[in-house]
Every structure is written in C-alpha cells, then in structure tokens.
C-alpha cells in the first residue's frame, strides 16, 4: 500500500472533485478525489447484501454526501461519481444482471438508482477494469500508457486499459481475463463459469487450494497436512506461510501457479502489446516484500521470456500493483473523472 489514503484538506483540493463507490460482496469502499487523485475523504461500510440493492444504492449515497460534508464541500461539487461492480452487467443500460457475489441483486438499474439518491451523473464500470484504471492512474501504473492487470482472488479479475480507455467490450463482457483459455487437454480443469482449461480454474485463490488438496489427497508429504490436521484452514494464505518455511509441496504449488499464470500473460501481450502487465488482488505472496513474493513474479517473468515473442518478451514489464483494495474506488472516481474530461456536464 502507498501512502495513497493520507487525506488532503479541501482547500488544497484542485477541482473538479469525483467520487469513487467499489461495492464488494462484504465491504463499499467509498472514496472522494480530486483531480490529480488526491483523497480528500474515505469510508469503507458493510454492504448488508440481504437490505437489497435499493437500499444499498440509498445507502452508498449516503455515504458519499457524508464524506463530501465532512470534507467541506458538499454534494453539489461532485463533478461525477464512479460506480464499479462485480459482473455479471450491462453496463451501458447502467444494470447489474447476475452477481454472483451479491445474491439477490439481481437485473437491478444500478447505476441510475445511485445517481437518483446522489443528485450526480453516475459513470459505471467493472470492478476489475476500475480496479486496472485505479493502477493506470495512480498506482504502479502510472507512467505507463496502456496495461493489463490480472487481479488474483477468489476469482481472476481482469482488466485492459490503452490510452486511458478501459477496454469493457461491446457486450460488457471485454478483459474478462480470467477465462482465457490455457488448456485444452482431456484433463483441464473446470472453471467456475462452467467451462473447461480457462485461467482462473488453475491460478485463483481458490484454485490453487484445491489443486493443493488434490496432491494432498494423493498423498504428497508436506508440512500442511500437520498444520490441517491441527485445526489450520487450508488457504491461500496457509500455503503462502508454508513455501516461506520451504515445504517443497507448497514451494512447487506457488511455482506452478507462477508458470501457468505466465503461459495466460503470454497470450494477453500478443494480443494487446501493452506498456505493462500488473498483478494485484488479495493472492500475491507478500509481493515484492517478501522472497515468495519475489520468486513468484521471477517464476512468471521467466515464464513470459521463454515463451514470447522476442520483442515482446525483451520489453514485456511484469509487475505487482501497489494500491491493493483501493484500486477499486480510486479506478471507479478515475473513470468518472475520464468521462467528466470527455464530456464536461
Ligand atoms: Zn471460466
């Protein structure tokens, strides 16, 4: 995390000023910038999924005039507020149509529903996509043009940003990351979507505990079966703290996960030939901070420069993100903010 959640006193604040609402299956993270992306105030609050969307929308309204009171400036300055959701969406009718992490908001209008509490024009977005312009913005990947971010979680989130447009698709359904295709064999793994070989099914948070539970199951040795045994859940985490104290099993998981997560990039930088690639998300081994961390975006990079084509493969910058779990709600007031300089209201 950079020092990005040090507020700034509203008089310092250069206009226009944009609000960003990540909403998550558990948490609203709830954030108003400036400009240039200074925060000028933050709230993270239950998302109460059995209230229902209307009250939710109430709700993150609430919210955002609470912040824009207590920084001083009240709703009226908010240029735009940024909307960012789980999928699945439409997004230009502004709906939510099926999420699976907030059961029973389903078909709901969203977007205009928040803009009816807010009183501002809403812009609405994908929580993985905002999360990548978030990073293009301000975080790891700002001082880059385009990038592609994977978001490593219980799913793999992804997102495409070139020039400053997110990519979202024609049908809401562009760098949807996590099913890009890395195994067609007899044995490829199911997805959670209900199809066979794409990404997430191999280097998810949840994936990569199951294929662990698999060689556990078959019987490979390992320090984890102790840790189980004594009450430990088998996590991500729980793996993350075992490759540390170098369990060969839970070294060779993480290592897999690195090459088969780089095999899926090697696609994504043929296709889009962006200034970077980043990974974020709540599975990433400690990052740069940590010799796990270190050695799985190592493993990957190698993974790329075996694999790529050669220009590719010589410029290719692979990094982890920095905003953690505020790239949602900073992306969401970027891409306000984007909309807000296109087209001034
Ligand atoms: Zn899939």
Excluded at 84 to 98: E, N, W, Y
Excluded at 155 to 173: K, R, T
Aim: net charge negative; with cysteine; charged share 20%.
């Amino acid at each position: 995390m950079t020092d990005t959640r040090r507020t700034i006193p509203s008089d310092q604040a250069v206009p226009p000023l944009f609000a960003g609402i990540d909403l998550g299956g558990t948490n609203i993270k709830i954030g108003l910038v400036d400009d240039r992306g200074a925060l000028l105030g933050y709230q993270s609050v239950p998302t109460e999924i059995h209230e229902g969307p209307e009250a939710g929308a109430r709700r993150m309204a609430d919210v955002v005039r609470q912040i824009a009171d207590g920084a001083g400036i009240g709703m009226a300055n908010v240029a735009r507020v940024g909307l960012a959701t789980p999928g699945t969406m439409d997004i230009p009718a502004g709906r939510l149509i099926k999420p699976v992490n907030l059961p029973g908001w389903n078909d709901f209008p969203i977007r205009d529903r928040v803009s009816h509490h807010c009183g501002r024009p809403v812009t609405y977005a994908n929580d993985a996509d905002a999360a990548a312009y978030g990073e293009f913005w301000l975080g790891a990947g700002r001082e880059m043009h385009s990038l592609v971010m994977l978001t490593l979680g219980t799913g793999v989130g992804g997102g495409i940003i070139i020039g400053d447009l997110s990519i979202a698709g024609e049908h809401s359904h562009g760098s949807e990351l996590g099913h890009i295709i890395i195994d067609i064999g007899p044995n490829a793994r199911m997805c959670g979507c209900g199809q066979t070989g794409h990404l997430e099914a191999y280097c998810s948070a949840t994936a990569v505990v199951r294929r662990t539970e698999e060689a556990l199951q078959a019987g490979r040795a390992s320090s984890l079966s102790a840790a189980i045994a004594g009450g430990a859940e088998l996590t991500a985490l729980l793996i993350d703290q075992h490759a540390e104290r170098e369990d060969p099993l839970a070294v060779e998981i993480v290592d897999e996960t690195a090459r088969l997560l780089g095999i899926g990039i090697v696609t994504l930088l043929h296709t889009v030939d962006p200034s970077g690639v980043l990974i974020g998300g709540a599975m990433t081994f400690g990052r740069e901070g940590s010799p796990v961390g270190r050695k799985f975006i190592e493993r990957i990079r190698q993974e790329v420069r075996r694999r790529a084509l050669p220009v590719v493969a010589a410029a290719a910058r692979i990094n982890y993100a920095e905003l953690g779990s505020d790239a949602g709600f900073f992306g969401a007031a970027g891409l306000a903010r984007a909309d807000f300089h296109r087209k001034p209201e």
